[in-house]
């Protein structure tokens, strides 16, 4: 596609429950990012891929978050027994590689943990 | 670690009115510097950057200089318009030390712009 595509845009779900969120990033781009946007902690880096494989795992919050990524290109972040904290924009980005290229941000997973 | 810390918002101006709004950064190695702009609705979106010391990014009538010295990044526009009501993100990357390029960012500041 034309741009970072996050999928749902959308989603309420009770606590303790699993959720995953979806990104379709850019064609050919080997780089992919998640971030969290939330009111009190602002935009924080959770997890960035090159390629399939995650060198740089260091802002997952705990063991309930995990992501993947496969054929180099879709990536999922799964968040097990969500809890109220967890409540947040997920963002996706991704890039051609390197930090001094921009990177693309797609519009985000609004989750609603009840 | 990296970190980059912005002036609190929210900002109001008049149209045509001047902008600045301060970014200062602490990093190891030589990170790149970025402004990213998140407008209502929409995503976050890249609005310039610099990748070394005396640069100059500039885009849409903003700019911002790398200073080292200073450790400062900050945004200016001679003359807002309505349309430039957004939220202002401040971003290093790690850019020469690992390269991950992922982005640390600032808070945000949110800049209103009224008619």
């Not at chain 2, 209502?40 to 310039?48: C, D, I, K, V």
């Not at chain 2, 971003?91 to 991950?100: I, K």
Request: net charge negative.
């Amino acid at each position: 596609g034309a741009g970072v595509s996050q999928s749902p845009s959308n989603k309420v779900t009770e606590k303790g429950k699993d959720v995953e969120l979806r990104c379709d990033p850019i064609s050919g781009h080997t780089a992919l990012y998640w971030y969290r946007q939330s009111l009190g902690q602002g935009l924080e880096f959770l997890i960035y891929f090159q390629g399939n494989s995650a060198p740089d795992k260091s802002g997952l919050p705990s063991d309930r978050f995990s992501a993947e990524r496969t054929g180099g290109s879709v990536s999922t972040l799964t968040i097990q027994r969500t809890q109220q904290e967890d409540s947040a924009v997920y963002l996706c980005a991704s890039s051609s590689g390197g930090g001094n290229t921009e990177a693309f941000f797609g519009q985000g997973t609004r989750l609603t943990v009840v | 670690g990296n970190s980059v810390t912005q002036m609190e918002g929210p900002v109001t101006l008049s149209e045509e009115a001047f902008l600045t709004i301060n970014c200062t950064y602490t990093a190891t190695g030589y990170p790149s510097l970025f402004w990213y702009v998140q407008y209502p609705g929409e995503g976050l979106q890249l609005l310039l950057k610099a990748t070394k010391a005396d640069d100059k990014g500039s885009n849409k009538g903003f700019e911002a200089t790398y200073r080292k010295e200073t450790t400062s990044f900050h945004l200016e526009k001679g003359s807002v318009q309505v349309s430039d009501s957004a939220v202002y993100f401040c971003a290093l990357s790690d850019y020469g030390s690992s390269n991950t390029g992922k982005l640390i960012f600032g808070q945000g500041t949110t800049l209103q712009v009224k008619p």
